[in-house]
């Protein structure tokens, strides 16, 4: 089959969270096993980070797998979802799995998944596993896809367990309170292995306390640890003065992602790694700052506050949540824009109405609907918009939303397009 024959197959055969939502969770990591069983255990033949979260896990995953690569180990990276390519979820030092690999596995191994029926999901975990284990790498960087008990991911022994900030999100599927969202992230704890927490909210720590003193797991809030202090800002990068018990161990600690929610990640990625130094990782303050300052272009990441134009200014950012989209109006507001032009789009198992009710009266809105099956259609949130006080025009397309947003921004106004990973996805210059 060709590659594209090969794509067919895989989003037509396979239920993919992305195209049509929760239906295509499963609750258990029976598949996953099965799967990874007969491939041999793939994922017990190289080291592993496991990375959980609400928000952060993806920039703190590309941030430990930049580090380890200038360290001079071979890292995989696993992430989802992807933004362009299916290949973007498997890397191996910042270079994409090769087309004709993801062919040749989905060809070798139809019988297997005719017989077991996996997700899209857990197809690509085992296909990640098998690739990273083919090209032996030393490391693997895995980021949790949704939750963490029952993730696809959850069947690695890993070195360390990071989980970055905890807000709301998938509610359906992980509960509808902090405590219960917590409760499926802390499902990545194991037993003696050197557990991370970003951030300590109060609300929860108790949740991970918990879980590490029932498996014997060492925990550490990086955010008492490891204060991280803004020292420069600039649209594309910023520096941060970290200090570790009270004493300054990094002066001008750059990193190449914008986003203001990177000072809370920090500690966490920090953390992760003095603790893999502990477990016999060679990791040099040298390639602690290199890997930070190229952690973007090492990686490949896309689509975190990530400036697309200048004239007019034209940023995008994948956060969709509420706590993402908070940080993501902080940021705007930052750059005390003359007028803000925002293309939003949202899928239709968001709290958008949450969402809109933090939007400011004063932007200008173009809302558009991604081309996916989950997508919110656009006349349902259009109206959502207006019932909440904010005034906008609908565009069937996200091009199309886009588009009208340049042709109405003077070349001293701000652009955003956002709300959506899929929106976001749909950039052309992206």
């Not at 920039?59 to 430990?64: A, E, P, V």
């Not at 895995?142 to 069947?155: A, P, Q, Y």
């Not at 990086?222 to 594309?236: G, N, P, T, Y």
Request: aromatic share 8%.
């Amino acid at each position: 089959m060709t590659y594209q024959e090969c794509l067919d197959y895989l989003y037509q055969q396979l239920p993919m969270f992305h195209r049509i939502g929760n239906a295509a969770f499963k609750k258990s990591l029976d598949n996953t096993i099965t799967l990874c069983d007969a491939l041999g255990q793939p994922q017990h033949t190289f080291k592993t980070v496991h990375v959980a979260g609400t928000n952060g896990k993806g920039s703190s995953s590309h941030m430990l797998a930049a580090v380890l690569q200038q360290a001079g180990y071979k890292t995989g990276l696993y992430t989802s979802p992807h933004l362009k390519s299916f290949t973007e979820r498997v890397r191996i030092n910042g270079q994409e799995v090769p087309e004709a690999y993801v062919v040749n596995f989905v060809e070798h191994h139809k019988a297997l998944f005719e017989s077991v029926k996996p997700s899209f999901f857990e197809m690509t975990v085992a296909l990640a596993f098998k690739y990273f284990a083919d090209e032996k790498v030393d490391v693997a960087v895995i980021e949790v896809g949704l939750g963490g008990r029952l993730d696809s991911t959850n069947i690695i022994q890993p070195e360390v367990s990071l989980i970055t900030n905890i807000g709301y999100d998938h509610q359906a599927l992980l509960g509808d309170t902090l405590q219960a969202i917590a409760g499926e992230k802390a499902g990545i704890i194991k037993a003696g292995v050197p557990a991370v927490v970003s951030a300590k909210q109060p609300e929860i720590a108790e949740v991970f306390a918990d879980k590490a003193a029932s498996v014997g797991a060492p925990l550490h809030f990086a955010s008492e640890l490891i204060q991280v202090k803004v020292s420069e800002v600039s649209l594309q990068s910023q520096a941060f003065n970290v200090y570790k018990d009270n004493s300054l161990c990094f002066e001008g600690l750059a990193i190449d992602l914008p986003g203001r929610y990177q000072q809370y990640n920090l500690p966490g990625v920090l953390q992760s790694l003095f603790l893999l130094q502990e477990r016999g990782f060679q990791i040099s303050d040298e390639a602690i700052r290199d890997g930070l300052a190229n952690a973007g272009k090492l990686t490949g990441l896309k689509g975190r506050w990530q400036v697309l134009n200048h004239k007019p200014l034209t940023i995008c950012d994948t956060g969709h949540n509420v706590d993402g989209i908070k940080q993501i109006l902080l940021q705007l507001q930052s750059l005390e824009p003359k007028k803000v032009h925002f293309v939003f789009g949202a899928v239709n198992d968001k709290d958008v109405t949450t969402i809109l009710q933090l939007l400011p009266k004063n932007y200008s809105y173009y809302f558009c609907q991604a081309n996916i099956p989950r997508a919110l259609p656009v006349q349902d949130l259009l109206q959502n918009a207006v019932a909440n006080g904010i005034k906008g025009s609908a565009y069937s397309t996200v091009a199309e939303a886009i588009a009208a947003a340049k042709e109405f921004a003077a070349v001293d106004e701000v652009i955003f397009i956002g709300g959506s990973t899929f929106v976001v996805a749909e950039i052309e210059e992206l």
